[in-house]
């Protein structure tokens, strides 16, 4: 496990501190937990583009929410 130092102005860390305090936990533990969720959504956004990559790749890609209208329903007359 790495330490690191990090250096807050006092009004920053006392809202930090406060928020811990409401929180049941430590400056500490908010401040790792931040960084995990943080590090996980990169990685997270990091999938999600290769994985648009790999479709736009494929030869007759296509993309649909739902289900699709039958020919009745995409012909109709509002």
């Known amino acids: ?3 690191i ?3 807050l102005d006092d009004v920053t860390y006392q809202l930090v501190e406060h928020k811990a305090v409401a929180t049941g936990t430590s400056v500490d533990q908010l401040i ?3 960084l995990q ?3 996980s959504h990169e990685e997270r956004l990091q999938q999600a583009r290769r994985d648009m990559s790999f479709l736009f790749q494929r030869p ?3 993309f649909a929410v739902g289900t699709a209208d039958d020919r009745e329903q995409r012909n109709a007359r509002d």
């Open 1 to 3: 496990m790495k330490n």
């Open 5 to 7: 130092t990090l250096s």
């Open 32 to 34: 790792l937990e931040h």
């Open 37 to 39: 969720d943080w590090a």
């Open 60 to 62: 007759n890609w296509r």
